[in-house]
């Protein structure tokens, strides 16, 4: 008995759930370099802070960048989530 050729209703299910998956990669990497730029910046930001600014309780710059690099990641995990 040979197999049957899949219908176009179940190709276009097929087409639309790769689609999505496609979407939401895309936007999974998005925020990788979104999070990849932001500490980048973050981190020579708070080294420049950290080399002029005068005070000794200045060490908490550097706790800064990484917490926008995990709230960035998490909104745009929400928003990947978000496609399913």
């Known amino acids: 008995m040979a197999p049957s050729e899949p219908s176009r209703e ?14 939401r ?3 999974i990497l998005a925020g990788y370099a979104v999070a990849a730029l932001t500490m980048i910046v973050g981190q020579l930001a708070a080294l ?11 060490g908490w710059v550097f706790f800064v960048p990484f917490s926008l690099v995990g709230g960035s990641l998490w909104l745009f995990g929400q928003w990947a989530k978000k496609i399913r």
């Open 25 to 27: 990669r895309r936007i």
């Open 48 to 58: 420049y802070i950290y080399g002029t600014w005068d005070n000794p309780w200045r």
């Open 10 to 23: 179940d190709l276009e299910r097929l087409l639309h759930a790769l689609e999505k998956l496609q979407r």
